[in-house]
């Protein structure tokens, strides 16, 4: 069993930054990918990026590609998600994600197993 436990969300004026931190327990996730994924009111939860185990494959959606940047620290069981140029379509619930199975890093929602609680992401215009 993992827990995750994402911080770092707010309020925050359009053209801005946050960084956002998902802290793992239970178990080392340094062997797992782990994703970022958003859910805006009234909206389906969409993936945002990905990473692998060593950081070496990286995946961004295109709507966050150049502004958001994913990264991990292992020795630390934490990920981050360092998101600028924020945008009032960014608006949504983060949530931290791993995916424990070894298949590889992927970026379909259903294919990763233990989720954090969310943060809150704002953006005003």
């Known amino acids: 069993q993992v827990q995750l436990v994402e911080s770092g969300g707010g309020l925050v004026q359009a053209g801005g930054s946050l960084r956002l931190s998902c802290a793992a327990s239970g178990r080392s996730i340094s062997s797992d990918t782990m994703g970022w994924f958003r859910q805006a009111p009234g909206k389906e939860r969409e993936f945002v990026a990905a990473i692998s185990w060593n950081a070496r494959r990286l995946y961004y959606a295109d709507s966050v590609k150049g502004r958001f940047t994913i990264s991990r620290d292992n020795a630390k069981n934490t990920v981050y998600l360092q998101m600028n140029s924020l945008k009032p379509e960014d608006t949504a619930v983060y949530y931290c994600?791993?995916?424990?199975?070894?298949?590889?890093?992927?970026?379909?929602?259903?294919?990763?197993?233990?989720w954090g609680q969310g943060t809150q992401v704002t953006v005003s215009s």
């Open positions: 994600a791993a995916d424990t199975t070894g298949r590889g890093v992927t970026t379909t929602l259903v294919e990763y197993d233990y």
